[in-house]
């Protein structure tokens, strides 16, 4: 506990579902202030990768997002299930569906969280190289997406023209390019 931490004195349930809950707190702080409401929206952990193919091809993916209100580049991931045995099983499945392809080997970059001020949840960072094809994309219900193939001095134009606009992936992107001698730390 550190001394800027703040203590939950209630909590209620506003809203359940699968994909999103909110719920409201009522919380004091360590000079006494009381915080109520304060809301917070709990979703499942995500995971996402930047997934290189035996060719050494980066795999993005595009599709519609609603919220955004545009089609955007991504990086493959999703929302972990309550059947996946952890992170790196949540990516393989999810990069299994949504590329159709399979990967020789997993590296765990770490972890973010997506808005700490209003999100539970943490989004779990992969690179994931030796990927081969072995089927077609197995995409739920409600997906659309395009697979897109590109080259390593690709990703850089598309990151200099801010066309990478989901925040999670552009840290994934970084992680990985620190572990892959891509990008240089200063100092």
């Known amino acids: 506990m550190h001394a800027l931490d703040w203590k939950t004195l209630s909590s209620e349930y506003l809203y359940r579902d699968q994909w999103l809950t909110a719920r409201r707190d009522r919380c004091v702080t360590p000079e006494g202030k009381i915080v109520d409401p304060y809301y917070v929206l709990e979703y499942p952990d995500w995971v996402n990768a930047v997934a290189l193919t035996d060719a050494g091809q980066l795999l993005l993916i595009r599709q ?3 919220a955004y209100g545009a089609t955007i580049l991504e990086l493959p991931g999703g929302g972990m299930e309550p059947e996946d045995a952890g992170p790196e099983a949540a990516m393989r499945r999810e990069l299994l569906e949504e590329t159709g392809f399979a990967f020789d080997r997993f590296e765990y970059l770490g972890k973010v969280s997506p ?3 209003t999100s539970s949840n943490l989004t779990h960072m ?5 990927g081969k094809k072995v089927q077609e994309q197995q995409l739920d219900m409600n997906e659309e997406i395009i697979v897109e193939p590109v080259e390593r001095e690709d990703i850089f134009r598309l990151l200099a023209g801010n066309q990478i606009v989901q925040s999670l ?3 994934c992107l970084y ?3 620190l572990r892959l001698g891509w990008l ?3 100092g």
């Open 184 to 186: 240089k730390p200063a």
């Open 175 to 177: 992680y990985a390019f």
């Open 115 to 117: 808005n700490p001020a």
């Open 126 to 130: 992969f690179l994931a190289t030796g």
């Open 64 to 66: 519609y997002r609603q």
């Open 169 to 171: 992936h552009v840290s």
